[in-house]
C-alpha cells in the first residue's frame, strides 16, 4: 500500500582516538627498558664469551672491567625504566 521511499540516516563517523601523552611515555619507557635490559645480557654474555675462548681451561673475570661494569649498570636501569613506566 505505502511504499518506504526514504533511506535511513547515514551514521555518523566514529570518534578518532586519541592517545593520552602519559600512555604513550609509559609505552616508551616499556619498550626502552626491554631494550636495556636485552643490551645488557648481550654485553655480559659476550664479555663472558671472550674471556671463555681466550683462557678456556681457567677463566679469570676481572670483576672491575668496564664492561661488566656497563653491564650491570644497564640491567639494573632497565627495572627502574619499567617502575617508572
Known amino acids: 500500500m505505502y511504499e518506504n521511499t526514504f533511506s535511513p540516516p547515514p551514521t555518523p563517523p566514529p ?3 586519541r ?3 602519559v600512555g604513550v611515555a609509559s609505552f ?4 626502552a627498558s626491554l ?3 636485552c643490551v645488557g645480557f648481550l654485553i655480559a654474555f659476550g664479555y663472558g664469551m671472550s674471556i671463555g675462548i681466550q683462557n678456556p681451561m681457567n677463566p679469570q673475570i676481572d670483576s672491575s672491567s668496564p664492561l661488566i661494569l656497563v653491564a ?3 640491567m639494573c636501569l632497565a627495572p627502574l625504566l619499567s617502575l617508572v613506566g
Open 28 to 31: 616508551i619507557l616499556g619498550i
Open 19 to 21: 592517545h593520552s601523552k
Open 15 to 17: 570518534p578518532e582516538v
Open 35 to 37: 631494550l636495556f635490559l
Open 72 to 74: 650491570s649498570a644497564v
